[in-house]
């Protein structure tokens, strides 16, 4: 990452694809890259937010509390992703904190630019707002999950959403543990545990030795 240029890097952000070469160099000329250790926060909820952060390479969690305390992820941040443009758009302070899973390096674009360039880019703006509405969608989606589906329901759908097809083979290619999928679908690690033996004994879905995981059957 270190030989590539900010516009060059900006050129692989799906956010700006659609920026024109004045538009993408403007941006360029106004980004910072930052790497962020393993377990360092990028932002932290109830605190306002100063910058764009666009995630280039690595992995980041979006958390949050429930009731107890205890930690829930609300998703995990993939390169191309970015997280940070609500609190700038509402100026209110953030809904989650968003925490490195790995090495993760990010540009940022802060808080005046990222005013000046919306009135100036339609389509960053238009692109901004389809993302809000993805969340929108996302955050209905758990909503309605918590709400009618049961663990086993939560599980399964939990493991559709993080599966990619690859050749008709659905796969999960990033470890996952019990621990964090429990985070996710707000149970137990011990009954998400259960469901998950439940499944491998069944022959729906297969644990690799390097944690990955391959949906053999359907599961809903």
Request: hydrophobic residues 40%.
């Amino acid at each position: 990452m270190a030989m590539l240029s900010n516009l060059d890097l900006i050129r692989r952000v799906p956010l700006f694809s659609m920026l024109t070469n004045d538009q993408a160099q403007g941006i360029a000329d106004s980004v910072v890259k930052r790497r962020f250790r393993r377990g360092e926060i990028i932002v932290e909820h109830g605190r306002k937010s100063n910058a764009l952060f666009i995630l280039l390479t690595g992995r980041a969690r979006v958390l949050t509390a429930d009731s107890r305390g205890r930690e829930v992820i609300l998703a995990v941040l993939q390169p191309g992703d970015y997280v940070g443009e609500m609190s700038l758009i509402d100026n209110e302070p953030h809904s989650a904190t968003v925490r490195a899973e790995v090495q993760t390096d990010m540009l940022i674009l802060g808080r005046a630019e990222f005013a000046r360039c919306l009135p100036e880019n339609s389509s960053l703006s238009y692109a901004i707002l389809r993302g809000l509405v993805q969340r929108l969608r996302n955050a209905d989606r758990q909503i309605e999950s918590l709400a009618l589906l049961d663990v086993y329901g939560r599980v399964a759908r939990t493991l559709l959403d993080m599966a990619e097809d690859d050749n008709g083979i659905k796969i999960i290619r990033n470890k996952v543990s019990r621990q964090d999928l429990a985070k996710v679908v707000g149970a137990s690690r011990e009954m998400v545990s259960r469901v998950m033996k439940d499944l491998e004994e069944r022959g729906i879905v297969e644990t690799q030795e390097n944690g990955s995981v391959i949906i053999k059957e359907r599961l809903t």
